[in-house]
């Protein structure tokens, strides 16, 4: 049989094609409901174990590394707890969309088969969604953390709301390449999630980037979740300048991921749809 071409599709399975805006936030709101039912709608407490898991990890890991390790004393301000919450929540912003965007395709094929639902839909329920959640989620620990310990710290929300950005847009670009690739290769999924677990480590998440020596500082600069983790800390610890930042990189970073992979999906995403 002969292959059916992109111009048979009919314009609403396009990925890339906008129609009636109403009738996209209907669909995205609907998605964003169907998200939150079937993740957490058989647990127990349903939803808010969105809630519970990140602070989980949170309190957990917190109580290791500041007692197993004695890093009691953070580079940044006088509460260990802060220093490394400003770290890991900015980089699991990051984390987190980029895994809820790897998993639109797979997670909504049997929807992406009606002319109603797009990809595009897909993708920003999740997006939207998770961005929702993490953030209720930092404003919670953060609340938290500055009843219960004297932090010494101050809120500048404008650098807050960029970091956060930051890490969803790097999120969302390279989740929409993996959106295509695990789903197609399933080693790839694998190796991925091996490669990428030092990411934890090289991201400022336990270290300011002032810390490194001076000869690691350069290559350092150029993994873009370091720039979002010192923008984060930079809108909690007024006397930190975090200097060597630079959004236009993080963003410019995103965007050549984005175009990477919404080229490679609108190219082959019918065929990894309507695989069996």
């Known amino acids: 049989m002969k292959k059916r071409s992109a111009s048979f599709i009919p314009m609403a399975q396009r990925p890339g094609v906008f129609t009636q805006p109403w009738r996209t936030l209907r669909s995205i709101g609907a998605l964003m409901m169907r998200e939150m039912t079937t993740t957490y709608g058989r647990s127990p407490g349903g939803y808010i174990w969105a809630f519970l898991e990140p602070i989980g990890t949170i309190v957990v890991l917190t109580a290791v590394i500041s007692l197993g390790l004695r890093l009691r004393q953070p580079s940044l301000g006088v509460n260990f707890a802060m220093f490394y919450a400003t770290g890991l929540l900015s980089f699991s912003m990051y984390q987190r969309t980029q895994g809820k965007v790897a ?67 790097l999120g969302v670009g390279l989740g929409l390449i993996n959106a295509l690739l695990m789903p197609l290769f399933p080693v790839y999924a694998s190796l991925f999630g091996i490669l990428t677990t030092p990411l934890f480590f090289l991201s400022g998440i336990l270290f300011i980037y002032e810390d490194l020596p001076a000869g690691a500082q350069p290559f350092a600069w150029f993994n873009p979740l370091i720039h979002v983790t010192g923008m984060m800390r930079r809108g909690f610890y007024p006397q930190y300048d975090a200097e060597f930042v630079s959004p236009m990189y993080v963003f410019t970073v995103a965007l050549i991921l984005a175009v990477i992979g919404f080229a490679l999906i609108s190219r082959y995403f019918r065929f990894v749809v309507d695989r069996s």
């Open 103 to 169: 998993q639109s395709i797979s997670y909504s094929r049997a929807l992406l088969r009606y002319q109603a639902i797009r990809f595009f839909d897909t993708i920003a329920a999740r997006v939207l969604l998770n961005f929702i959640t993490q953030a209720s989620v930092m404003l919670i620990i953060f609340a938290a953390l500055t009843s219960i310990y004297d932090t010494r710290t101050q809120i500048d929300i404008r650098w807050v709301m960029l970091s956060m950005v930051m890490a969803a847009s």
